[in-house]
Protein backbone atom coordinates (compact mmCIF):
# COMPACT_ATOMS: atom_id res chain seq x y z
CA UNK A 1 0.00 0.00 0.00
CA UNK A 2 1.51 3.73 -1.18
CA UNK A 3 2.57 5.53 1.96
CA UNK A 4 3.32 9.10 2.83
CA UNK A 5 6.08 8.49 5.37
CA UNK A 6 4.54 7.20 8.23
CA UNK A 7 1.41 7.96 6.98
CA UNK A 8 -1.29 5.92 4.84
CA UNK A 9 -2.54 7.20 1.79
CA UNK A 10 -5.87 6.19 2.42
CA UNK A 11 -6.11 7.03 6.35
CA UNK A 12 -4.48 11.09 4.70
CA UNK A 13 -7.31 11.31 2.63
CA UNK A 14 -9.91 10.15 5.09
CA UNK A 15 -8.39 12.40 7.76
CA UNK A 16 -8.80 15.57 4.96
CA UNK A 17 -12.75 14.66 3.72
CA UNK A 18 -13.81 13.71 7.44
CA UNK A 19 -12.06 17.39 8.63
CA UNK A 20 -13.52 19.42 5.39
CA UNK A 21 -16.70 17.72 6.17
CA UNK A 22 -16.85 19.44 9.39
CA UNK A 23 -17.38 23.08 7.64
CA UNK A 24 -21.05 22.02 6.40
CA UNK A 25 -21.98 20.01 9.66
CA UNK A 26 -20.67 22.79 12.02
CA UNK A 27 -22.78 25.53 9.74
CA UNK A 28 -25.97 23.70 9.96
CA UNK A 29 -25.69 22.91 13.56
CA UNK A 30 -29.23 23.26 14.87
CA UNK A 31 -30.22 21.76 18.38
CA UNK A 32 -32.25 19.35 16.94
CA UNK A 33 -29.37 17.97 15.09
CA UNK A 34 -26.81 17.84 18.12
CA UNK A 35 -26.57 14.11 18.53
CA UNK A 36 -25.75 13.62 14.58
CA UNK A 37 -22.81 16.47 14.98
CA UNK A 38 -21.83 14.86 17.93
CA UNK A 39 -21.63 11.68 16.03
CA UNK A 40 -19.42 13.04 13.21
CA UNK A 41 -17.33 14.50 15.30
CA UNK A 42 -16.46 11.08 17.34
CA UNK A 43 -15.57 10.04 14.08
CA UNK A 44 -13.20 12.93 13.21
CA UNK A 45 -11.82 11.72 16.17
CA UNK A 46 -11.19 8.11 15.02
CA UNK A 47 -9.62 9.23 11.77
CA UNK A 48 -7.27 11.87 13.95
CA UNK A 49 -6.16 8.68 15.91
CA UNK A 50 -6.24 6.69 12.95
CA UNK A 51 -3.38 8.80 11.58
CA UNK A 52 -1.44 9.60 14.76
CA UNK A 53 -1.14 6.16 15.92
CA UNK A 54 1.47 5.35 13.30
CA UNK A 55 3.59 7.88 14.52
CA UNK A 56 2.98 7.82 18.65
CA UNK A 57 1.26 5.99 21.16
CA UNK A 58 -0.37 2.71 18.84
CA UNK A 59 -2.25 0.82 20.98
CA UNK A 60 -3.83 3.99 23.12
CA UNK A 61 -4.42 5.34 19.99
CA UNK A 62 -5.76 2.08 17.90
CA UNK A 63 -8.12 1.74 21.17
CA UNK A 64 -9.44 5.34 20.83
CA UNK A 65 -9.87 5.09 17.10
CA UNK A 66 -11.86 1.65 17.52
CA UNK A 67 -14.02 2.74 20.71
CA UNK A 68 -14.57 6.07 20.22
CA UNK A 69 -13.94 7.15 16.30
CA UNK A 70 -15.88 3.39 15.40
CA UNK A 71 -17.51 2.32 18.43
CA UNK A 72 -18.91 5.43 20.29
CA UNK A 73 -20.05 6.93 17.32
CA UNK A 74 -22.18 4.18 16.15
CA UNK A 75 -24.09 4.09 19.45
CA UNK A 76 -24.33 8.14 19.15
CA UNK A 77 -25.72 8.13 15.81
CA UNK A 78 -27.93 5.15 16.95
CA UNK A 79 -29.51 7.82 19.90
CA UNK A 80 -29.34 10.49 17.38
CA UNK A 81 -31.67 8.74 14.70
CA UNK A 82 -34.44 7.33 17.89
CA UNK A 83 -34.43 11.49 19.06
CA UNK A 84 -35.01 12.13 15.51
CA UNK A 85 -37.74 9.54 15.41
CA UNK A 86 -39.35 10.30 18.30
CA UNK A 87 -40.11 13.77 17.63
CA UNK A 88 -41.45 13.41 14.43
CA UNK A 89 -44.08 10.78 16.19
CA UNK A 90 -44.42 13.75 18.74
CA UNK A 91 -45.05 15.94 15.71
CA UNK A 92 -47.99 14.01 13.95
CA UNK A 93 -49.55 12.92 17.37
CA UNK A 94 -49.84 16.43 18.53
CA UNK A 95 -51.09 17.25 14.94
CA UNK A 96 -53.46 14.92 14.58
CA UNK A 97 -54.88 15.48 18.29
CA UNK A 98 -55.36 19.38 17.50
CA UNK A 99 -55.89 19.34 13.91
Not at 7 to 16: D, S, T
Not at 64 to 76: R, S
Amino acid sequence: MASLGAFGVLEVVGLIVAVLGLLPVLSQYKDETKWFTAGYLLLVVGMIATNLEAVVLPVVLNVTEHVVGIGLAGITFLFAAYQRRQDIVERQTSEVTDG
